[in-house]
């Protein structure tokens, strides 16, 4: 099958010829060794038992391999990455080594971090731009040029397209499955990840459904910033012999490293007057269909209606869900962008901003989402206090919805389809 393009090859493209290596991360069926190796010419996977053996043996086997190239699964010899660091330092000619990783060893596994010889890129599920399912038009780059360009664009995406895309999934691999199958494929994915992969990394799990019903709470909070106390007393009603708070933050670790988690951290501006703003972060799971799955939703309940969401925010969980794909959406070409993303709310939750998408110079571009195919000046009260408050630091503000055109309001803000945001 010919290889579709992921905006995380844009990236590679312009870093890996001058960068000697780079680790790619993300969780497991996301793509990472498909991509990487349309990038290099030799192949070690650690994932084979005869390869591991060998390197486990003497790691510096791993250099007579040709290059560029991809050591693959990496995190099955840890070793691997201080040879690789070690050979960097020798030789810091670029593209030269691509590991790929699907797990983050515990702290300790290494000697040294690489920082400063091996670069660091995440890769999530597919954006809707990748899928291919719809034809976008509105570049995250030129929404964060603070040139506040012209918005144009009409999107064939409705609602039930949007559900449908939530509970398809972003992982590549999974698309082409009937409704069923992905069912299947989805939950074995989250059963295997509990039974087996946090085993591996050696963390014992006693009661796996104590994992997963601290999982589930985790999905019921998607897009929330609900504490991790919370979590844990959702996951375990009635208990009077609850797990130790100690256990629950075993299992965020846990569930961290094997990139299952990805929440939106708090932002925390410098040299600005905002007071009073919370630090916790908006909880994601890497792929909103993963959440489907853990709360036994299906597209036909989520537009029903149905699904209990946990939290201090309000709305719906279809609505939450589908700031999850929006995160998603807009994470990824902000990243290709070289910019940052966190979430703004103040400690009252008197204000909030979904999504700020922040610029190497700290200007911002901010971000809404709303489940809504219209907009209100209800729906721009919070953009507009950020704009007071900040100036001229903020580059642009956005509304992403599930409208069937982009354009701009009278009073300067944006109004995106979801399905129309591009790199």
Known sequence: M???????????????AQIAAIAIDGPKA????????????????????SNREAIQADPELALRRVRPLLIDEWQKVPEVWDVVRRAVDEDSTGGQFLLVGSASPAPGATAHSGAGRIGRLRMRPMTLSERGVTDPMISVNDLLSGQRPELDGQCDLRLADYVEEIVRSGYPGMRALSARALRFQLNSYVRNAVDRDVPEMGLAVRKPEAMLAWLRAYAAATSSTSSYSNLLDSATPGQNDKPSRATSVAYRDALAQLWLLDPVPAWQP???PLARLAQVPKHHLADPALAVRLLGLSTDSLLEGHGTPLGPQAGSMLGRLFESLATLCLRVPAQAADATV????????????????IRDDGKVLAIEIKLASTITDQDT??????????????LDTIIVNTGTSAYRRRDGIGV????????
Do not use: C, M
């Not at 010919?2 to 890996?16: G, N, P, V």
């Open 416 to 423: 995106v389809p979801l399905g129309l945001i591009a790199p």
């Open 2 to 16: 010919d290889y579709a393009r992921r905006i995380i090859d844009d990236e590679l493209d312009d870093l890996f």
């Open 381 to 394: 009260k919070h953009l507009r206090w950020l704009t007071e408050q900040l100036g001229e630091r903020v």
């Open 342 to 357: 966190g979430h703004l709310r103040t400690r009252n939750g008197d204000r909030e901003i979904d999504l700020v998408v």
């Open 30 to 49: 996301v793509g990472k060794t498909t991509t990487a190796e349309q990038h290099v010419d030799g192949l070690l996977k650690l994932d084979a038992k």
């Open 270 to 272: 410098t040299g600005s």
